[in-house]
């Protein structure tokens, strides 16, 4: 299978601790996008890299969430002392730079307890 | 920036029926894309359709086309011949580019749950 991929595809921790949450993009795409889905709304766009340049970041939630793609493959995104708040779905998406489709993963469910 | 409304939380329609889901929007950008996504149950968001907002022509993929009203800011979704598996919520959304080309960070609406009676 050669789509979005994200891991772990489910995570469970206890408020104050720390996540980690990886995306690795179809193997062509320079572009990366990080969503947040909560239970009944739309995705909510966050941030997004072209390559390993992240472009936009103004929208992430807090400081306490950060995003890496340091070699303009794979990404992670963290979130420091999590909160109840923070559970959510985070959703990965990518396209490549000459076309308009952003193909996304599964998704990696937070539940902060 | 963006926003999405979609005002149908749920449409239910017969199988092989035809049914519209109803999107507007509103955006500051001249040059702007539309989508519309699939997210069946527990599984990943499916592109349906999309439009570029500078082509008047409506988009149609198969069962699936679009009606674009530009200046009144709507993008409503119609399913032809309506099958089982086409049961999903599906996200009305709309990007510009932030950067050369294409559309980045997309503002979604907070979808419709599409039933498919058999």
């Known amino acids: 299978d050669t789509g979005v991929s994200q891991n772990p595809r489910h995570k469970i921790t206890k408020r104050g601790q720390n996540v980690t949450f990886r995306c690795d993009p179809i193997?062509?795409?320079?572009?990366l996008y990080w969503y947040r889905q909560t239970l009944g709304q739309g995705p909510e766009f966050l941030t997004y890299?072209?390559?390993?340049?992240?472009?936009?970041k103004s929208r992430l939630l807090s400081d306490r969430f950060s995003a890496e793609r340091p070699k303009g493959s794979f990404s992670t995104l963290e979130i420091q002392r999590t909160e109840q708040g923070d559970s959510a779905m985070y959703l990965c998406?990518?396209?490549?730079?000459?076309?308009?489709?952003?193909?996304f993963g599964p998704g990696t469910r937070l539940t902060v307890l | 920036a963006q926003t999405v409304t979609q005002s149908q939380p749920e449409m239910s329609v017969q199988e092989a029926e035809t049914v519209t889901l109803s999107c507007t929007y509103d955006?500051?950008?001249?040059?702007?894309?539309l989508f519309w996504y699939k997210q069946p149950p527990s599984r990943q968001m499916i592109l349906v359709i999309r439009q570029e907002a500078y082509k008047q022509q409506n988009a149609t993929e198969n069962r699936f086309s679009v009606n674009f009203q530009k200046a009144a800011k709507s993008f409503s979704l119609k399913i032809s011949d309506s099958q089982l598996g086409d049961a999903a919520m599906y996200f009305c959304a709309c990007g510009a580019s932030l950067s050369g080309g294409g559309a980045d960070g997309l503002t979604f609406g907070k979808g419709t749950h599409l039933i498919i009676q058999p």
């Open positions: 955006t500051s950008e001249s040059d702007y894309y």
């Open positions: 193997s062509e795409h320079n572009r």
């Open positions: 890299f072209q390559n390993e340049a992240q472009l936009e």
């Open positions: 998406a990518s396209r490549e730079g000459l076309t308009d489709e952003q193909f």
